[in-house]
Antibody
Framework: QVQLQESGPGLVKPSQTLSLTCTVSGDSVKIGGFYWTWIRQHPGKGLEWIGYIYHTGRTYYNPSLKSRVTISVDTSKNQFSLMLSSLTAADTAVYYC??????????????WGQGTLVTVSS | QSVLTQPPSASGTPGQRVTISCSGSSSNIGSNTVNWYQQLPGTAPKLLIYRNDQRPSGVPGRFSGTKSGTSASLAIVGLQSEDEAEYYCSAWDVSLNGHWVFGGGTKLTVL
């Protein structure tokens, strides 16, 4: 059974860079076909796709966040990570890692982590 | 403002049939498949329907999805109290070089 677990700081200061890691168990990030994804949910709001990475290192980001986002993968640790720079209060959200089944336009997110709340505040 | 439009709320009594709509455009629903996610209170979203009408293993048959043109619907028949949750639709949007978009969510209350 595939499981994803986010980890990282719960509180970050404005203008700083957020760094989160997703640890994958029961599967390997090196297996082709899956795209490893970050999604966030602002408090009481809907979902926002941040971007994804393939095991080769190929990435694709939400155009609205692209200038501030970096997603990387560490196949030796079976993890993938998110970095989001120039934080503001508007980045306060629950951050989820998820598995994109195909990385294609007809794909879907079939496995989700439990999510981690990140608050941006001084 | 979400790209896909859902009603903010829906309700029904146990045993009833409830539908939740999701409206988009030619750049998302009109050209790609739709997925639905269920988010129980305090938990992560869970895949409910994929590729318009496919149910993952373990999802009860009383959940079904349809798509027509630039709109999609989720139907729940035989509503149960444990169905009380937030429901989100999602599709790939081909604008701006492409990105995933979601609906704003529909809070389903079982009366």
């Amino acid at each position: 059974q595939v499981q994803l677990q986010e980890s990282g700081p719960g509180l970050v200061k404005p203008s700083q860079t957020l760094s989160l890691t997703c640890t994958v168990s029961g599967d390997s990030v090196k297996i082709g076909g899956f795209y490893w994804t970050w999604i966030r949910q602002h408090p009481g709001k809907g979902l926002e796709w941040i971007g994804y990475i393939y095991h080769t290192g190929r990435t694709y980001y939400n155009p609205s966040l692209k200038s501030r986002v970096t997603i990387s993968v560490d196949t030796s640790k079976n993890q993938f990570s998110l970095m989001l720079s120039s934080l503001t209060a508007a980045d306060t959200a629950v951050y989820y890692c998820a598995r994109d089944h195909l990385g294609a336009t007809i794909s879907w997110f079939d496995v989700w982590g439990q999510g981690t709340l990140v608050t941006v505040s001084s | 403002q979400s790209v896909l439009t859902q009603p903010p709320s829906a309700s029904g009594t146990p045993g009833q049939r409830v539908t939740i709509s999701c409206s988009g455009s030619s750049s998302n629903i009109g050209s790609n498949t739709v997925n639905w996610y269920q988010q129980l209170p305090g938990t992560a979203p869970k895949l409910l329907i994929y590729r318009n009408d496919q149910r993952p293993s373990g999802v009860p048959g009383r959940f079904s999805g349809t798509k027509s043109g630039t709109s999609a619907s989720l139907a729940i028949v035989g509503l149960q109290s444990e169905d009380e949750a937030e429901y989100y639709c999602s599709a790939w949007d081909v604008s701006l070089n492409g990105h995933w978009v979601f609906g704003g969510g529909t809070k389903l209350t079982v009366l």
